[in-house]
């Protein structure tokens, strides 16, 4: 029972440098979103989808792209990464489905990428 | 305007005893549902205990419980029987868009809570 997977676990950059940070689930969940947390912070979302092929922004999208060309995958691309974009990203992903209850609710996490630029 | 609101960056807790972290939130939704996640040392984020806004009884579980007061737009955590294995970051999160019918997920700015053997 995977649920997400991120990957990579840890990566360092060069300033301008472009990576693809990879998520996946296998819970068919229909919600994805990507959060960073820069140190001793909260989460901030980056972008989110809604299902396959329905992407949007969220509170810190600039510097960032994403696709959702499947339900599983929801890769998060950097184009020309920044000092500022050293940070943990979060790949998380929920079940919105008919009824509120805590099975449509709850948000899965994966286990983060911390990366680094320099 | 912030929405999800957690004044205290830090609290002590003695081994044994209960301890309270506040939340306060922010929404228009009619339906919203409010969590907490732990994150310990080693950086995962661990689902701890869900209130719904309809649900009528605060929630819990294990040592866990949601002081939920809906009025006053509040949810604080309440851990019971405090553990050296609570210490770590708490964050509250809230869940909001059954309106605009994208459901998003916004979190606090944490409480690191250290127990003391």
């Known amino acids: 029972n995977a649920g997400v997977t991120q990957t990579p676990k840890f990566r360092i950059l060069k300033i301008g440098q472009s990576m693809t940070l990879q998520c996946t689930q296998d819970?068919?969940?229909?919600?994805m979103y990507w959060y960073r947390q820069d140190p001793g912070m909260g989460l901030k979302l980056i972008y989110y989808?809604?299902?396959?092929?329905?992407?949007d922004k969220g509170e810190v999208p600039n510097g960032y792209n994403v696709s959702r060309s499947t339900t599983e995958d929801f890769p998060l691309r950097l184009e020309l990464a920044a000092p500022s974009q050293t940070s943990v990203y979060f790949c998380?992903?929920?079940?919105?489905?008919?009824?509120?209850?805590?099975?449509?609710?709850?948000?899965?996490f994966g286990s983060g990428t911390q990366l680094s630029v320099l | 305007a912030q929405k999800i609101t957690q004044t205290q960056p830090g609290m002590f807790v003695q081994e044994k005893e209960a301890v309270t972290l506040d939340c306060t939130y922010d929404?228009?939704?009619?339906?919203?549902?409010l969590f907490w996640y732990k994150q310990p040392s080693s950086g995962e984020m661990i689902f701890l205990i869900y209130?719904?806004?309809?649900?009528?009884q605060n929630a819990t579980e294990g040592r866990y419980s949601l002081n939920f007061q809906k009025a006053r737009k509040s949810a604080n955590l309440v851990i019971s029987a405090s553990q050296l294995g609570d210490s770590a970051m708490y964050f509250c999160?809230?869940?909001?868009?059954?309106?605009?019918?994208?459901?998003?997920?916004?979190f606090g700015t944490g409480t690191r809570l250290k127990v003391l053997a």
């Open positions: 998380a992903s929920s079940y919105q489905g008919a009824g509120v209850t805590l099975d449509n609710e709850k948000l899965f």
């Open positions: 819970m068919n969940h229909n919600y």
């Open positions: 989808s809604v299902g396959a092929g329905i992407t």
């Open positions: 929404t228009s939704d009619p339906s919203y549902g």
């Open positions: 209130q719904g806004s309809y649900d009528q």
């Open positions: 999160a809230m869940r909001e868009g059954i309106f605009s019918g994208t459901y998003k997920y916004i």
